[in-house]
């Protein structure tokens, strides 16, 4: 197991499902945005980012509800991400994922498409770096 | 005194304008502590009335103005041939008239600590009868006033500082002040579609345990800062309320505070939307707050809180629970936070660490004796909320369980757990849950926890707040709402 597995590893409780349901896949993907952050962060603030995506899409953001299970799963999805960044991230990070989600949410709620949620978070890690 | 006129526009023929929130945003502005806020409608064909904001009922006044005055009955003041000086652009009205003759054109609604004394299910409504229009109210304040917090900057907008670095307001302000100030502030400037609902949630009251304790904790250290403090304590209530958008839809609660919940009324998407809108916007004012520690203790509550909820709905399955499990929930999705507010509070005023862990133990048993009092609610006659809701809705409740326990009463709380809960069920496991000592047994374990909870602060140096901690501390458990 490498370091980076076992760093991510200790992340996922209670989310192990997730991993193999296609978060492990988005994971890697932001791994290749994150590579001009500090090497040490990088897995935690890819997760972070790949959990965001992951709990947006349980809860059915924008679309039509999640049952009650889902939600819950993606707000401890939305919930870790936010741990991660707030011992990971810069201050200016934290603020541009955020904004992120807020951006997400409100034109969720106003029933406006809005940008696709991969777009607002690599537009956060170019604007937090 | 403060004469103003309150302008809005009606949509409908016969409406009833909850102006409730823009009263109490009147009261707010102008600073007025205890007194009284006057009402009087400038029109014949606009009434008043103080009731309750349930949108069947309303239809139910609608309907009864139209049984006791009619449209189109033939009225002598619709009889344009028979009277003079009329408009070219009189309306067809006699109805409305009479109509606004059933309600009344004054009211008065007591102000007392800042906001509109009103029951819980009270609003204050401006009653169209013959809409759509503009329409004034014409509002007198008066009463003992605070200065607005605006005018307690100096002329280029500057708090006065302590010596210490620290931040002095004039007392005058009262820490609830500010934080009412600052979620006001926050949710004037948020896009409608998640605001409106957030506001209607914020505004409709909650006890603010959590800033309070916030605002507390933020005086140990030695820097100070009541703004930055408000700010932080305003965010946790913000966070708190977007977990409880969360929480009712997950739970089916038609109502919260007296009032629908957002899922009820906007719909679960919007309701998703809502409360992930200030998740994020809450997580992000902690942040821009620069305190690397407060934030990281603040996203450890929440995910703790989230972990819980999960936990929460899944011994439904095996309700009503047990003791320990029962604990590990509230520890989560109640106590947590609670801990969060006392320690950050501490972080943010650089207090000694000692202090700091002090107070996030207080936080966390003081969380759970107040969730243990929160349960005792739900069979109290006396507190204002349905009786029972907590057995229909399957939540965890300590009270639920030390009843399903006891040798009398047990066998039959579990039986009738296990089936279907109408009407009848909920009643009767009530009376069971209250003829045993269960809620004695819950009082006294809250009781308990709250000392325990002092306890922990009696080696901390408190500079004089400590009357204020321990009064908290014992009305968060001795309460019937």
């Known amino acids: 197991m490498t370091a980076q597995a076992l760093v991510i590893g200790r992340e996922l409780d209670r989310l192990d499902g997730l991993w193999e349901d296609g978060l492990s896949d988005t994971y890697r993907s932001y791994l290749d945005v994150v590579d001009s952050y500090d090497d040490a962060v990088q897995p935690k603030l890819a997760l972070a980012a790949a959990l965001i995506e992951a709990g947006i899409r349980l809860q059915g953001l924008g679309g039509r509800a999640a049952p009650a299970a889902a939600l819950l799963m993606g707000d401890l999805c939305l919930a870790r991400a936010s741990r991660l960044l707030a011992d990971h991230a810069s201050q200016d990070l934290q603020v541009a994922f955020a904004r992120a989600i807020e951006e997400m949410s409100a034109a969720a709620a106003s029933g406006t498409g809005g940008r696709p949620v991969r777009d607002l978070l690599v537009g956060a890690f170019e604007s937090g770096r | 005194m403060i004469a103003k006129r309150l302008r809005f526009k009606t949509s409908g023929t016969t409406q009833f304008v909850d102006i409730t929130e823009q009263l109490r945003e009147e009261v707010r502005r102008s600073g007025l502590r205890v007194g009284r806020i006057h009402l009087q409608s400038l029109h014949t064909t606009v009434g008043l009335a103080v009731n309750e904001n349930e949108p069947l009922l309303l239809r139910d006044f609608e309907s009864l103005l139209e049984r006791l005055a009619p449209s189109g009955a033939g009225y002598e003041h619709d009889d344009f041939a028979r009277r003079f000086d009329i408009a070219v652009d009189e309306p067809v009205n006699g109805h409305a008239h009479c109509r606004q003759l059933l309600l009344t054109g004054f009211t008065t609604v007591l102000v007392e600590e800042g906001d509109l004394v009103l029951g819980r299910w009270q609003s204050v409504f401006a009653v169209e009868l013959d809409g759509p229009r503009s329409r004034q109210l014409a509002i007198q304040l008066d009463g003992e006033f605070v200065p607005a917090i605006s005018s307690l900057r100096g002329t280029r ?325």
Not at chain 2, 183 to 197: E, G, I, N, S, Y
Not at chain 2, 256 to 264: E, H, K, L, M, Y
Not at chain 2, 269 to 291: C, H, M, P, S, W
Not at chain 2, 335 to 353: I, K, N, Q, R, V
């Open chain 2, 157 to 481: 907008g500057e708090v006065a500082r302590s010596a210490g670095g620290g931040h002095v307001l004039p007392s005058a302000v009262r820490d609830k002040d500010l934080v009412e100030l600052e979620l006001t502030r926050q949710l004037m400037v948020d896009p409608d579609p998640v605001a409106v609902p957030m506001r209607r949630l914020v505004e409709a009251g909650g006890k603010r345990l959590r800033p309070r304790l916030v605002q507390l904790s933020a005086q140990i250290g030695p820097k100070h800062n009541p703004l930055r403090a408000a700010a932080l304590a305003a965010a946790i209530e913000l966070l708190h309320n977007a977990t409880l958008i969360h929480d009712d839809y997950v739970d089916e609660s038609t109502h919260r505070r007296g009032r629908p919940t957002v899922a009820a009324m906007e719909g679960a998407e919007r309701a998703i939307a809502v409360g992930d809108f200030y998740f994020a916007k809450a997580t992000r004012l902690i942040a821009e707050i620069g305190n690397g520690d407060v934030t990281s203790t603040v996203a450890e509550a929440l995910e703790a809180i989230c972990a819980s909820q999960i936990d929460d709905v899944a011994l439904r399955g095996a309700f009503p629970g047990d003791h320990d499990s029962y604990l590990k929930v509230v520890r989560g999705k109640t106590a947590a936070l609670f801990a969060a507010s006392c320690a950050s509070g501490a972080l943010l005023s650089e207090a000694d660490p000692v202090a700091v862990e002090a107070l996030r133990r207080y936080g966390d048993l003081l969380g759970v004796a107040f969730q243990m009092a929160d349960d005792m609610v739900d069979f109290s006659p006396s507190s204002g909320k349905p009786v029972g809701l907590d057995i229909r809705q399957r939540v965890l409740s300590l009270p639920l369980i030390y009843a399903a326990e006891d040798r009398e009463v047990g066998p039959e709380v579990r039986r009738l757990l296990a089936g279907t809960l109408g009407d009848a069920e909920v009643e009767r496991v009530t009376e069971l849950v209250r003829s045993s000592d269960a809620l004695q047994r819950v009082g006294d374990e809250a009781r308990g926890l709250a000392e325990a909870a002092l306890r922990e602060l009696e080696a901390v140096e408190l500079d004089g707040l400590r009357p204020t901690l321990v009064g908290l501390a014992r009305s968060a458990v001795d309460r019937n709402s």
